[in-house]
């Protein structure tokens, strides 16, 4: 397959480890933004191949994941009501909330759909003008543009029975939090090629300055990863610390102007909990006043909504790279794909589900 | 759930799920939990010595005859889809069932529940396609029921469909006698039913070549064992896709699988659309694909044998079975590092992004 094959190369792999094998003289930590990285590193065992003192440790970028409690109790409260249908991404119907699951809600007869763009949800509104139909708004700033669009769209043509419950979180402020963390291991960061399709490379440079910090803007294929890899170490070990572009074939510096348009016409920046870590100023969307009549949150009276996390999850830990799904005394014994603690063990983009998926130590079933 | 019981959990201590009252779509995708439903729920009322063998089929002797005998029913949507419709789904998968135990596939029952409202048209078109896939496979359907439900109680049409055929003599196949060193052989491409099915459904619409794969198997099978008696399991990979089936075979063979991710034939509109969709291949259902566990002396000669059939054109020697691990499913993939292939938890979600 063309545009995919060319990044699978196992011969251009190998080429890429070996010169990583050459550069390297000082152990050094990374860390991969995205949860779909942490996915292709572990589908492909990147990091078995990988010198001795290069560790990779798993970033806050999985958008299901670090979605708060709250939200997905929101949710679960929305979709249960009459005469609402509630439209969401398919990764979030197995999130657990405080006591049960979109799943589980949808299996009691609440009228809960998968769509691949809140354009969807659109269709569903205009086609049933006696529902009240709901999309649930996550994401980072990848999907922040198509959720921005629907919401305007919306406005344009009078649509009085489509709201979105918005919960979008923001990747630079979490980037933020974790250089100035006192716990703080991370020496360079793969940053996330699709938000920063969106959004550019821009925002990055100020961090990687403030922190004298390399970032190397990557795609989701392993050679693209081991190349980001490669070229984070080589700026370490040159005392480098620049934002560096390896995924060009998708990413500018400027970013998608008219995406970035229309998300600051729709949203704007407010302080965000992310589950797991805790709230973090400034590093999320909320949709502006004049959109108030399309949110969710007011709509349905659910602003004030609070919920504490399960006790035993390591999430927080996992979320900003502390900590391995394997640290976790749960991890596939109380905490599975089925029975998950936590977020991260639900997602296609979790950092735990991608170790269970793909890693639990052979011989354990 | 009443509205105020779930505002109310909103702020309670949250407390893993970890039972479920009630089913979940998920508990028919022939993953994880439907293993639990059939653990959990069936199993312990109605456990028999044939059925806990939970082969596709069940093998019973009357009067010294060794019988196959085995039930599918059909729910899918389209109820017309690229490469075949219900009716024929409802033969091949029957037939493939019984041909997985070894048995010559005879004669078929046909169960139709139908909802008010079904084009008559509809179900003359589909009835038609199950007569054509029956004689083709030279199978009768001998026997039959139709029911009418009300209009929202059904999704158009299910159809049921059994089958009962003749095991050939002293031959015995099951999921439960992999051995270590045995070869693990698939027929063809992985995934194109699904996403041949998925290409047409409601919100998804994409355009794609792609047919569905259904076929009925039981002449690729004839052909194989005229190769050699020394397959010891055939399984078609149907819902669940082809990760579930060698998981289930691993399990109750008490044996571990390594699989070379580069031999495993998948077309290039598969990948495509998984890509794009954000699936697993090896997760997506087939209607027209097997597995076979063959020891490693007769293999050659199974594969030149499937190769030699027109639904076994591209099969391919796909892994080995293992002592290590036992029980789990590992792949070594282009890169030369090792992953698991895990049975899939519930249905395959569509990602965020």
Same mark, same amino acid.
């Given at each position: 397959m063309k545009y995919i094959d060319e990044y699978r190369d196992s011969k251009l792999a190998r080429a890429a480890t070996g010169e990583l094998a050459r550069v390297t003289t000082k152990p050094w930590v990374l860390m991969e933004i995205c949860g779909g990285q942490t996915h292709t590193l572990m589908r492909y065992g990147i990091d078995e191949l990988l010198p001795a003192g290069v560790e990779m440790v798993h970033g806050p970028g999985c958008p299901v994941c670090v979605t708060p409690l709250e939200t997905v109790n929101k949710a679960i409260h929305i979709a249960s009501m009459k005469d609402v249908t509630l439209v969401s991404y398919g990764d979030m119907l197995r999130v657990p909330g405080s006591d049960t699951d979109l799943l589980r809600v949808k299996a009691s007869g609440c009228d809960v759909r998968i769509a691949y763009t809140p354009m969807e949800a659109l269709k569903i509104a205009r086609a049933n003008p006696n529902r009240r139909v709901v999309f649930l708004g996550i994401g980072f700033e990848t999907t922040a543009p198509a959720n921005a669009?629907?919401? @305007?769209?919306?406005?344009?043509? =009078?649509?009085?029975?489509?709201?979105? !419950?918005?919960?979008?979180?923001?990747v %630079?402020?979490?980037?933020?939090?974790?250089?100035?963390?006192?716990?703080?291991?991370?020496?360079?960061?793969?940053?996330?090629? @699709?938000?920063?399709?969106?959004? =550019?490379?821009?925002?990055?440079?100020? !961090?990687?300055?403030?922190?004298?910090? %390399?970032?190397v803007v990557a795609g989701f294929e392993p050679l693209d990863l081991l190349r980001a890899?490669?070229?984070l170490v080589k700026q370490l070990e040159e005392g480098r610390a620049e934002v560096e572009n390896e995924y060009s074939r998708s990413v500018t510096c400027a970013g998608n102007r008219t995406a970035q348009e229309l998300m600051e016409r729709v949203f704007e920046v407010c302080d965000r909990k992310w589950r797991g870590v805790g709230s973090i100023p400034a590093s999320g969307l909320r949709l502006r006043p004049e959109y108030a009549d399309f949110d969710a949150d007011k709509v349905f009276g659910l602003e004030e909504v609070t919920a504490q996390e399960p006790p035993e999850c390591i999430s927080a830990m996992v979320l900003q790279g502390r900590k391995k799904p394997t640290d976790c005394p749960a991890f596939g014994i109380r905490c599975t794909p089925e029975n998950p603690l936590g977020a991260p063990m639900v997602s296609a983009e979790g950092a735990c589900a991608a170790y269970y998926q793909y890693r639990r130590p052979l011989g354990v079933p | 759930m009443k509205d105020n019981d779930s505002a109310a959990c909103m702020f309670s201590c949250p407390a893993p799920i970890t039972t479920?009252?009630?089913?979940?779509?998920?508990?028919?995708?022939?993953?994880?939990?439907?293993?639990e439903l059939m653990r959990d729920v069936f199993l312990p009322a109605l456990r028999n010595p044939v059925l806990e063998k939970l082969?596709?089929?069940?093998?019973?002797?009357?009067?010294?005859?060794?019988?196959?005998?085995?039930?599918?029913?059909?729910?899918?949507?389209?109820?017309?889809?690229?490469?075949?419709?219900?009716?024929?789904?409802?033969?091949?998968?029957?037939?493939?069932?019984?041909?997985?135990?070894?048995?010559?596939?005879?004669?078929l029952s046909a169960a139709y529940v139908i909802e008010e409202g079904l084009p008559i048209e509809t179900l003359r078109r589909v009835v038609e396609s199950m007569a054509r896939a029956a004689r083709e496979a030279g199978v009768q359907v001998v026997t039959g029921d139709t029911k009418v439900v009300e209009r929202g109680k059904g999704d158009g049409l299910f159809i049921n469909t059994s089958g009962v055929g003749l095991v050939r003599e002293g031959l015995r196949l099951s999921a439960g006698q992999a051995r270590p060193g045995d070869r693990i052989l698939l027929s063809g491409t992985v995934g194109d039913h699904g996403i041949a099915i998925m290409a047409e459904r409601e919100?998804?619409?994409?355009?794609?070549?792609?047919?569905?794969?259904?076929?009925?198997?039981?002449?690729?099978?004839?052909?194989?064992?005229?190769?050699?008696?020394?397959?010891?399991?055939?399984?078609?990979?149907?819902?669940?896709?082809?990760?579930?089936?060698?998981?289930?075979?691993?399990?109750?063979?008490?044996?571990?699988?390594?699989?070379?991710?580069?031999?495993?034939?998948?077309?290039?509109?598969?990948?495509?659309?998984?890509?794009m969709l954000g699936l697993d291949p090896l997760y997506v259902a087939n209607e027209g694909k097997l597995v076979a566990i063959v020891a490693p002396e007769a293999a050659g000669g199974v594969l030149d044998a499937m190769r030699k059939h027109p639904l076994g054109a591209q099969a391919a020697l796909i892994g080995t079975v293992t002592q290590a691990h036992p029980g789990v499913v590992a792949m070594r993939t282009a890169f030369g590092t090792t992953r698991v292939v895990d049975m899939l938890s519930g249905g395959q979600l569509p990602r965020i992004c």
């Open positions: 669009m629907a919401v @305007h769209q919306a406005r344009r043509e =009078g649509l009085k029975n489509f709201s979105m !419950l918005v919960s979008h979180v923001l %630079p402020p979490a980037i933020r939090l974790l250089l100035g963390s006192d716990g703080n291991r991370v020496q360079g960061f793969i940053a996330p090629g @699709h938000v920063c399709a969106v959004m =550019g490379c821009w925002q990055y440079e100020e !961090l990687a300055r403030d922190y004298h910090v %390399p970032i890899i490669l070229m | 479920y009252a009630e089913v979940l779509l998920g508990h028919g995708s022939g993953g994880k939990l439907s293993a082969d596709d089929q069940a093998i019973v002797e009357v009067n010294g005859t060794r019988l196959a005998f085995t039930t599918d029913s059909f729910v899918v949507k389209p109820l017309i889809f690229r490469g075949g419709d219900i009716g024929s789904l409802a033969v091949h998968g029957t037939i493939n069932d019984l041909a997985m135990g070894g048995a010559i596939p005879l004669f919100g998804l619409e994409f355009e794609t070549p792609l047919q569905s794969d259904s076929a009925a198997l039981h002449g690729l099978v004839a052909r194989m064992l005229e190769a050699s008696t020394a397959i010891r399991a055939l399984r078609d990979p149907t819902r669940g896709g082809l990760s579930s089936t060698l998981n289930e075979i691993a399990a109750s063979s008490k044996v571990g699988m390594m699989l070379e991710e580069d031999t495993i034939p998948i077309r290039e509109e598969v990948r495509g659309a998984c890509e």
